[in-house]
């Protein structure tokens, strides 16, 4: 392996010099934040992978983290190498046997991830920044290093270049609109709040999603910039596959696993900001100290505390924050915390496999509140709600679960927001609440609408 230093700079800076696809750019946007410590932009990888609905895709998953396995280098960021991507949230329904339902499909793959040997890593902390360039996968000892040495050397030269500057105009053909507009999405919660009465579930999270299309996608990474900008979030990215670009804000960690370490920090419970800084602390407050709102949080951090006791030693499992306050943008959000120590016959992809989807973003039971979702939501959720990350070759993990996030294929825009439903939830307040998720996403549209188009 050969790690060189290089001069500390905002990474978007860096994301610049690479313009090719099979790109991942995992960028903790909101750097000051206590999650936002590290940044990841991997490029070039040796091998991509393209999931698919069958036990064969975990396999080829982890016969690449078991054949490129290496020890952790201390003292630069821990995702020195591995794979990183995307995972979509329909990816491991083959696994819980649910049966498919005839609805409306986003045409891109159930998850693409990059085989990567060459990190730019960035530690906002000591502000300090490195390429890491493994020299997989070439395997055998003076090969690999020479690779690696090689390898530097590329990323050394594409540095030296001008960056290429992005700047065709993204032009959107039709209007933004939304599957489940308001009164159908009150009439969904209405049902799922049937299904509750009935004793099938306790929480089901349902969603709504906005589309619109377009005839040039160029400049996604300059709308990133944009993003980025007007909504930070500690587990924010950019990905460009074949058929997929990603352009995330999300602020949820979904599973961190660094040594034999776990940890999951569920969001369940929103409240849209106010532009009074009094008025906004009295909603932070109410919102920690609402009843529905923390028994939301609380099904949600019980159902990962089982998830994590399929991985993780029993007794290790711990809840050290529970429904905290955390603040964005637009939004306040309510987030617990709960950890455990991995069993040691157990991986990160099998942590992945235990809990995936994630808990917060399906409901409680989590298989019957996913069939509940899939005969609600007309249209399949995609890359939302799955998994953003990387699955490092010295076996740390970290992902984030894909919300607040632009999804482009080859010619539609999509993003969607949900909320929560639970026996108390009124029709209106859950509308409402996915009306201020997807405040940023509609701001960031409107202004590229009013800075390209008129």
Same mark, same amino acid.
């Given at each position: 392996?050969?790690?060189?230093?290089?001069?500390?700079?905002?990474?978007?800076?860096?994301?610049?010099?690479?313009?090719?696809?099979?790109?991942?750019? &995992?960028?903790?946007?909101?750097?000051?934040?206590? &999650?936002?410590?590290?940044?990841?932009?991997?490029?070039?990888?040796?091998?991509?992978?393209?999931?698919?609905?069958?036990?064969?895709?975990?396999?080829?998953?982890?016969?690449?983290?078991?054949? *490129?396995?290496?020890?952790?280098?201390?003292?630069?960021?821990?995702?020195?190498?591995?794979?990183?991507?995307?995972?979509?949230?329909?990816?491991?329904?083959?696994?819980?046997?649910?049966?498919?339902?005839?609805?409306? %499909?986003?045409? =891109?793959?159930?998850?693409?991830?990059?085989?990567?040997?060459?990190?730019?890593?960035?530690?906002?902390?000591?502000?300090?920044?490195?390429?890491?360039?493994?020299?997989?996968?070439?395997?055998?000892? @003076?090969?690999?290093?020479?690779?690696? @040495?090689?390898?530097?050397?590329?990323? #050394?030269?594409?540095?030296?270049?001008?960056?290429?500057?992005?700047?065709?105009?993204?032009?959107?053909?039709?209007?933004?609109?939304?599957?489940?507009?308001?009164?159908? *999405?009150?009439?969904?919660?209405?049902?799922?709040?049937?299904?509750?009465?009935?004793?099938?579930?306790?929480?089901?999270?349902?969603?709504?999603?906005?589309?619109?299309?377009?005839?040039?996608?160029?400049?996604?990474?300059?709308? *990133?910039?944009?993003?980025?900008?007007?909504?930070?979030?500690?587990?924010?990215?950019?990905?460009?596959?074949?058929?997929?670009?990603?352009?995330?804000?999300?602020? @949820?960690?979904?599973?961190?696993?660094?040594?034999?370490?776990?940890?999951?920090?569920?969001?369940?419970?929103?409240? /849209?900001?106010?532009?009074?800084?009094?008025?906004?602390?009295?909603? /932070?407050?109410?919102?920690?100290?609402?009843?529905?709102? %923390?028994?939301?949080?609380?099904?949600?951090?019980?159902? =990962?505390?089982?998830?994590?006791?399929?991985?993780?030693?029993?007794?290790?499992?711990?809840?050290?924050?529970?429904?905290?306050?955390?603040? *964005?943008?637009?939004?306040?959000?309510?987030?617990?915390?709960?950890?455990?120590?991995?069993?040691?016959?157990?991986?990160?992809?099998?942590?992945?496999?235990?809990?995936?989807?994630?808990?917060?973003?399906?409901? /409680?039971? #989590?298989?019957?509140?996913?069939?509940?979702?899939?005969?609600? +939501?007309?249209?399949?959720?995609?890359?939302?709600?799955?998994?953003?990350?990387?699955?490092?070759?010295?076996?740390?993990?970290?992902?984030?679960?894909?919300?607040?996030?632009?999804?482009?294929?080859?010619?539609?825009?999509?993003?969607?927001?949900?909320?929560?439903?639970?026996?108390?939830?009124?029709?209106?307040?859950?509308?409402? +609440?996915? @009306?201020? #998720? /997807?405040?940023?996403?509609?701001?960031?549209?409107?202004?590229?609408?009013?800075?390209?188009?008129?």
């Amino acid at each position: 392996m050969r790690i060189e230093s290089i001069p500390y700079r905002d990474p978007i800076h860096y994301l610049a010099y690479f313009p090719q696809a099979n790109l991942v750019f &995992l960028d903790s946007a909101k750097k000051h934040h206590s &999650l936002g410590r590290f940044s990841y932009l991997a490029v070039d990888p040796f091998n991509h992978l393209v999931l698919q609905p069958e036990l064969a895709s975990l396999h080829r998953l982890s016969f690449y983290l078991q054949r *490129y396995q290496t020890e952790t280098v201390a003292n630069i960021p821990p995702f020195q190498g591995g794979l990183a991507g995307y995972f979509s949230y329909e990816w491991l329904h083959f696994l819980e046997k649910l049966p498919p339902r005839q609805k409306q %499909r986003l045409h =891109m793959p159930l998850g693409q991830l990059g085989c990567y040997d060459i990190i730019l890593s960035f530690d906002h902390v000591l502000q300090q920044a490195w390429i890491v360039s493994s020299g997989f996968p070439e395997t055998e000892w @003076e090969k690999r290093q020479q690779r690696a @040495e090689h390898r530097l050397r590329w990323v #050394k030269e594409k540095l030296a270049r001008t960056p290429l500057t992005r700047e065709t105009p993204f032009t959107f053909d039709t209007p933004l609109t939304c599957w489940l507009a308001k009164n159908d *999405y009150l009439h969904a919660v209405q049902k799922v709040k049937n299904y509750i009465l009935d004793g099938d579930i306790f929480q089901a999270n349902i969603a709504r999603c906005y589309h619109t299309s377009f005839s040039k996608k160029e400049n996604a990474y300059a709308l *990133y910039q944009r993003l980025r900008t007007l909504n930070p979030a500690p587990f924010a990215a950019f990905l460009q596959f074949p058929h997929c670009t990603l352009l995330s804000s999300s602020p @949820e960690r979904f599973i961190h696993v660094n040594g034999n370490r776990v940890e999951t920090r569920p969001i369940k419970g929103t409240s /849209a900001r106010h532009s009074d800084p009094r008025l906004d602390a009295q909603l /932070a407050i109410r919102l920690q100290q609402d009843p529905k709102e %923390r028994a939301e949080n609380t099904m949600i951090v019980d159902l =990962m505390r089982n998830d994590l006791s399929k991985v993780c030693v029993a007794s290790s499992i711990e809840v050290p924050e529970y429904c905290a306050i955390e603040t *964005y943008q637009t939004v306040h959000h309510l987030v617990s915390a709960i950890t455990g120590q991995l069993k040691p016959s157990c991986t990160a992809l099998q942590v992945l496999q235990a809990t995936f989807p994630g808990g917060s973003i399906t409901g /409680a039971p #989590k298989i019957r509140a996913m069939e509940i979702i899939d005969e609600i +939501e007309p249209i399949q959720r995609g890359p939302y709600c799955g998994a953003i990350g990387y699955l490092a070759f010295n076996g740390n993990m970290d992902t984030s679960i894909t919300i607040r996030t632009l999804i482009l294929d080859d010619t539609h825009l999509y993003f969607h927001t949900g909320s929560a439903i639970v026996l108390d939830s009124d029709p209106q307040k859950e509308w409402l +609440e996915t @009306e201020a #998720k /997807a405040c940023a996403l509609k701001q960031l549209i409107e202004q590229v609408t009013d800075d390209f188009v008129h």
